[in-house]
């Protein structure tokens, strides 16, 4: 029996406005949410493009910089390379400052052997004295000429040092730019991976613009010394033929005229050299001896190091395997055969380096008495004509 004056429909059943207010609210959440995703995706896609178009600027900044970076470290290579020959050239020309000094001051003490009735002071002896006070002042001059080329040279060096650690910067930076414009999202996991692993450096934050004037600094750097280096050249090469015609010059001013008999001498002198060959053949068939001995040595060592490292991982066994078996014995005697074979190939080393020295003393005093001849013919044959031709100089 139902109660009077109550809907029996309307009972206590579950509120339908309520629920339809809940279910509306969902709907528009859901909505908020497929639009929020839709703005999350938008927006990162365009972060994304935006993080690729700054990567590539990025990467086509580090190529320019770079590219002017190494097209001055060539000129600088270059020029490094220009002044090593420089230095050479001017190593050799004060090397053979000493000769014709000698060969001057010799000139002079064999004219004084003449008769007294001729030794007089002559227009050849005045040019004689010329000459000799010409050459002493030559090596000094030079010397300082090598210095300075040496200084320049060191210089040169340290803005290429300069140019090629910015290079190298530049370089890594950019393979670490690219891998960061080929970077997605499905790659990023084994990036994780990998970057875990790597100690992170401690990172030092400058602004583009300090950025681009480090490498401005380093051209700025190299053009300065590529100026100095140049002047320095052209300075050089103006001293050297300066001092190759003023000599030249007094030379031809300076004449001789006397004959000795050199057949002795060019005799002595020519079985000299035919030793000297011989020497020197010797001394390379002796070179590659020692070659083939260290090799040995190096191979030796291998096998050495190769059956102490056998032993000494064997000995990390437990105790109760800590057997002097077979192999424990082969090893041993291994160790010491090699270690036997080792001193060996040592001694013969050693020998073969004595014989070297040998040889070079060998060497050295057949050259030093080939030169002691030739400086004696020199004397002579430029006592009977004048003086240190200008293709002698030159050369």
């Known amino acids: 029996m139902s109660l009077p004056g109550r809907n029996p429909h309307k009972g206590d059943g ?46 086509r900044d580090i190529q320019f910089l770079k590219k002017e970076l190494e097209l001055k470290l060539e000129e600088v290579i270059v020029e490094i390379d220009v002044l090593i020959v420089l230095q050479s050239r001017v190593m050799k020309a004060l ?40 050459i002493e002042g030559v090596p000094s001059l030079l010397q300082r000429v090598v210095e300075q080329i040496t200084e320049q040279i060191r210089l040169n060096r340290s803005v290429k040092y300069l140019l090629e650690q910015d290079l190298k910067e530049k370089f890594e930076a950019q393979c670490i730019d690219n891998s960061c414009a080929l970077m997605t999202t499905h790659s990023l996991d084994n990036l994780q991976k990998s970057t875990n692993a790597e100690n992170v450096l401690p990172s030092f934050t400058v602004t583009p613009k300090q950025w681009e004037n480090i490498s401005d600094i380093n051209i700025t750097k190299a053009e300065q010394q590529m100026i100095n280096s140049q002047s320095l050249r052209a300075l050089v090469e103006s001293l050297l033929e300066q001092t190759v015609a003023d000599m030249q010059k007094q030379v031809e001013a300076t004449t001789s005229a ?17 030793q000297l060959s011989k020497i020197l053949s010797e001394f390379a068939s002796q070179q590659r001896i020692k070659e083939d ?25 437990p105790g109760k395997e800590q057997c002097h078996d077979p192999a424990q014995s082969q090893l041993l005697a291994e160790i ?9 190939l040592h001694e013969a080393v ?11 003393r060998c060497q050295l005093e057949l050259q030093e008495n080939i030169e002691i001849k030739a400086s004696t013919l020199y004397i002579d044959e430029l006592i009977k004509m004048p003086l240190c031709e200008a293709s002698k100089y030159q050369k």
């Open 293 to 317: 001995l260290q090799v040995a040595v190096t191979e030796n060592n291998h096998f050495l190091s190769l059956a102490q490292a056998r032993l000494a991982l064997r000995r990390k066994r």
């Open 350 to 360: 050693a020998q073969s380096e004595k014989e070297q020295r040998g040889l070079v």
């Open 95 to 134: 090397e053979a400052c000493n000769e014709p000094l000698r060969v001057t001051v010799l000139c002079l003490e064999e004219r004084m052997k003449r008769h007294p009735s001729d030794r007089l002071h002559d227009e050849v002896d005045r040019e004689l004295l010329k000459e000799r006070e010409l």
């Open 14 to 59: 579950p509120n339908l406005a309520s629920i339809e207010v809940m279910r509306n609210q969902s709907e528009l959440f859901r909505s908020e949410c497929t639009r929020l995703i839709l703005e999350t995706d938008k927006a990162c896609k365009r972060m994304q493009d935006d993080d690729n178009k700054r990567l590539d600027q990025r990467i």
């Open 336 to 344: 010491q055969q090699l270690t036997a074979h080792a001193n060996k």
């Open 258 to 274: 006397f004959q000795l008999n050199v057949q002795e001498i060019k005799t002595a002198k020519s079985h000299m050299e035919d």
